[in-house]
């Protein structure tokens, strides 16, 4: 079956840390996986796109790798802030013939001070 | 601009009510998507829309759910009747395209429904 996995146990980290979110999915051949965050309360919102044929994507304080081997992307923070506290949630467009987001359950980080 | 826009933040009604959520999308934006958030199943699309018109509905749990788009900037979600286990956080959305022509959605702030 498809699925898209993000490890629903929450991440709490250390200040000035780097926080390292996973997202695996099994099933799939997506044409980009997505990154959004979710605040308590807030819808989510946009962070970074990948596409399939790019291995790695920055900005600022965040990066993103995807490898479509493993099925696999990882979601970087580097020197993590307390204000990074949120939920982040990674979704995929799941081919090159569907318009539909799949989304993942997300992953809660606390960074603590 | 205001983002997108919903109402009501917070709806709680009996079983069996009708229960209509409302949706003003971001001006300019062609795509509309509503989405339901539960703990275990996570952020599931319903239906979306382009250009007013409904293009796949089949996330739509039964067909005591039903949306509407009448026009450019308004769009409703309404369930009748309405069931406990249909309590979960309902978001809009909007983006200018879609798919590989354009990757970013606009989320709202969600209606959180409870249903006693």
């Known amino acids: 079956s498809q699925k898209i996995e993000q490890n629903s146990e929450a991440l709490n980290i250390q200040e000035g840390k780097t926080a390292t979110l996973t997202c695996n999915y099994t099933n799939y051949s997506p044409a980009y996986l997505q990154w959004y965050r979710q605040d308590p309360g807030r819808g989510p919102v946009f962070l970074l796109l990948?596409?399939?044929?790019?291995k790695e994507k920055r900005k600022e304080r965040l990066k993103v790798t995807f490898d479509t081997t493993l099925k696999q992307s990882l979601f970087h923070i580097t020197a993590s802030q307390p204000a990074d506290s949120a939920t982040y949630l990674c979704a995929l467009l799941p081919s090159y013939n569907t318009d539909k987001l799949i989304f993942g359950t997300g992953t809660r980080l606390q960074v603590f001070p | 601009d205001a983002g997108v826009i919903q109402s009501p933040r917070h709806e709680v009604t009996e079983m069996g009510q009708e229960v209509t959520l409302r949706c003003k999308p971001i001006s300019g934006h062609d795509y509309l998507f509503w989405y339901r958030q539960t703990m275990m199943r996570g952020l599931e699309l319903l239906i979306y829309f382009n250009n007013n018109v409904p293009i796949d509905d089949s996330g739509m749990p039964e067909d005591r759910f039903s949306a509407k788009m009448p026009n450019a900037s308004f769009s409703t979600l309404k369930i009748q009747p309405s069931e406990p286990r249909d309590s979960a956080v309902y978001f809009c959305a909007s983006s200018p395209g879609l798919g590989l022509s354009y990757n970013e959605q606009f989320f709202g702030p969600g209606t959180r429904l409870t249903v006693l």
């Open positions: 990948i596409r399939e044929n790019e």
